[in-house]
């Protein structure tokens, strides 16, 4: 049986969050930014040692509020879709504080304005562009401890550019969004075990 998870990505501009889908999604990278303006949705299939997981990801364009409620969210092209998700990717940059900022407010307005009675939606921080890592503002355990001890949320650094961590992102969101095969204790390893065996691709 196949499982579908829908999965959005928020960020300020710049951060890199559509770096990192198609680094995701394509293996490749490019130095010219070019800003997200419109929703976009990506349809991969992703196979996990033997098994397959469809992924709707879709990439958001950075928005000033989350949507308080559905006619709210509908009423916006750029946030449709954006309340129904299985779970939250919220990307910013190590090297800029503001960004940082952007994802605290965002976390904040999700736990706010969810439907309330839905089961706990998860959330992973992101912090991109660690190959920048001298340019770092805040400190690498604060965040984490912040995030992680605090916010309860998953949190992982990669970098877009040499497609560190893009994998293991991946597999954190599988993590948390309940793959019976993902949760369990040794999935973590296993999950790389099937890279290095050539069985875990995109589709």
């Not at 960020?11 to 490749?28: C, D, H, P, T, W």
């Not at 879709?81 to 940082?100: E, K, Q, T």
């Not at 890592?133 to 001890?149: A, E, F, T, Y």
């Amino acid at each position: 049986m196949v499982s579908t998870y829908r999965v959005a990505v928020l960020g300020a501009r710049g951060v890199g969050k559509s770096a990192i889908v198609r680094q995701f999604l394509y293996n490749e990278f490019s130095e010219v930014c070019v800003p997200t303006t419109t929703r976009r949705l990506y349809l991969p299939a992703v196979v996990m040692n033997g098994h397959v997981h469809d992924l709707q990801i879709l990439d958001f364009p950075p928005i000033t509020a989350f949507p308080v409620n559905t006619l709210q969210e509908w009423a916006d092209a750029c946030c449709r879709g954006l309340r129904s998700v299985h779970a939250y990717i919220l990307v910013y940059d190590i090297c800029c504080f503001d960004s940082f900022e952007y994802v605290k407010t965002i976390r904040q307005q999700i736990l706010e304005t969810r439907v309330i009675g839905t089961s706990e939606t998860p959330i992973i921080i992101v912090g991109n562009k660690r190959d920048l890592q001298r340019g770092r503002v805040i400190p690498r355990w604060n965040v984490s401890h912040l995030v992680r001890k605090t916010w309860k949320c998953g949190y992982v650094e990669c970098s877009a550019k040499y497609n560190w961590h893009i994998l293991l992102l991946f597999s954190e969101l599988l993590k948390s969004v309940g793959c019976a095969r993902c949760k369990h204790v040794h999935a973590a390893l296993r999950f790389q075990g099937a890279l290095r065996r050539n069985r875990c691709a995109i589709m």
